[in-house]
């Protein structure tokens, strides 16, 4: 069995307090947490910083740089991909194998844009990641949600091509799960039996939920797909 954890939407800049909470605070209590348990691959998805300033994510990787496991980073709306590239390009990988399990990058940030897309030329690069792979089981992460949240997120800010995206999912049938971040929530969807996960934020939530968390994720040999949303 492979453990993976994902954390999301640290939003973190130069300054402690952004959104009105301190989310250099938070995001230290979560690793520190995560430093407690023992896991092969740390995902995230998305948002490392809220300006993307280069201290920004210096300071995330002071933060993991006594992880021992292996890190794979996504680029958000909100973060700079040069920056981001300075610190973490040796993370920025298409595909990441844990065993007979594979993690599958897509990039949904476009430029100056809340919301996502997947333009024509990354959908047949997620689409031939997925065909080649030589892993018994997938799993695919994604900054924006692909599906409505069914909540009072506004969906306008989701990934503007869901329906393209789920048309390249149906056509790879080693797919497990889908996760992703942006929306600042926990939940869960299905989709052909594929499970749908977002991930809370280590800053804050845009919902109810008054905590910080991540999810953790427990990969099977069999394949069997499990996890688990830990709050602090």
């Not at 938070?26 to 201290?55: K, M, Q, V």
């Not at 992460?141 to 149906?170: G, R």
Request: hydrophobic letters at 35%; aromatic letters at 8%; one cysteine or more.
């Amino acid at each position: 069995m492979k453990t993976l954890i994902q954390i999301s939407d640290c939003h973190i800049d130069d300054t402690p307090i952004v959104m009105g909470v301190n989310t250099q605070q938070n995001l230290s209590l979560i690793i520190d947490d995560i430093l407690g348990r023992e896991i092969d691959g740390l995902l995230i998805t998305g948002d490392l910083a809220h300006n993307g300033t280069l201290g920004s994510y210096r300071f995330i990787s002071k933060q993991l740089i006594k992880l021992d496991a292996d890190i794979v980073v996504l680029p958000g709306n909100h973060d700079d991909t040069d920056n981001l590239i300075t610190e973490f390009e040796n993370n920025l990988v298409r595909e990441l194998r844990f065993g007979d399990w594979g993690v599958v990058s897509a990039y949904s940030k476009q430029n100056n844009q809340i919301s996502g897309l997947l333009s024509d030329e990354e959908l047949q690069i997620i689409d031939e990641t997925l065909r080649l792979s030589k892993a018994k089981y997938n799993i695919v992460i994604i900054h924006h949600p692909p599906v409505p949240m069914c909540s009072e997120w506004d969906d306008s800010l989701s990934l503007q091509n869901m329906d393209d995206f789920m048309e390249v999912v149906d056509r790879n049938k080693n797919i497990k799960a889908i996760l992703w971040g942006h929306a600042h929530q926990s939940s869960e969807f299905e989709h052909n039996n594929i499970k749908l996960i977002s991930c809370p934020s280590t800053a804050l939530q845009f919902n109810d939920d008054k905590g910080v968390g991540f999810n953790q994720y427990s990969l099977h040999n069999n394949g069997k797909f499990e996890y688990r949303t830990r709050w602090l």
